[in-house]
């Protein structure tokens, strides 16, 4: 268990499309041995598609964890002044994610519990998943990958020819991706192909 007495912060924000590839990941950090606090972005936490229902995520995250889910921005907050998390997650994470991160904006749950992270200088993994990361995000996503504590899960084009500016990260490495900037390090290679 390499992640004795870590505790994790696993933030999910609203490419719902890739929800249920992240869930798997959560369970390995917790059977790694860390403690998981989950936190989600208010269209996770509030929206029903035909990737599932809100209550649903919510629920799982709830049960695999055996913790509360942090769904608002007050929940949010004492993240920072609690120094409560060693490192945090955002699996996926949306290009709108992206976008208001790079540019300062906390308007979310999420959001606020990355600038809590960032604040006590400790590290934050993003797993991106956004349509637009080679193109209008792609400004966003050279910021973070030269932004202090912002470390990356590998990630490649999902669909190059459907979908060419389209960005995921393998989210099967977020555990080895963990793991590496607990140590400063970020896993390399960062591009792949999907």
Known sequence: MRLEGVTVGFALTGS?????????????????????????????????TRFGRAEYWTETLRDMTGEQVVASI??????????????LVVAPCTGNTLAKLANGITDSPVLMAIKAQLRNQRPVVLAVSTNDGLSMNAK??????????????PFGQDNPQGKPTSLVARMAL???????????????????TS
């Open 16 to 48: 719902h499309c890739q929800l249920q590839d992240v869930l798997p990941e959560v369970r390995k950090l917790v059977e790694e041995g860390a403690r998981v606090l989950p936190v989600v972005s208010d269209a996770v936490g509030g929206t029903d």
């Open 74 to 87: 007050v929940e949010a907050e004492p993240i920072g002044p609690g120094k409560l998390l060693d490192v």
């Open 140 to 153: 966003n996503l050279g910021l973070l990958l030269n932004t202090k504590n912002v470390y990356m899960v």
């Open 174 to 192: 977020i555990t080895e991706t963990v793991i590496g900037a607990l140590g400063g390090r970020q896993v390399q290679p960062l591009l792949i």
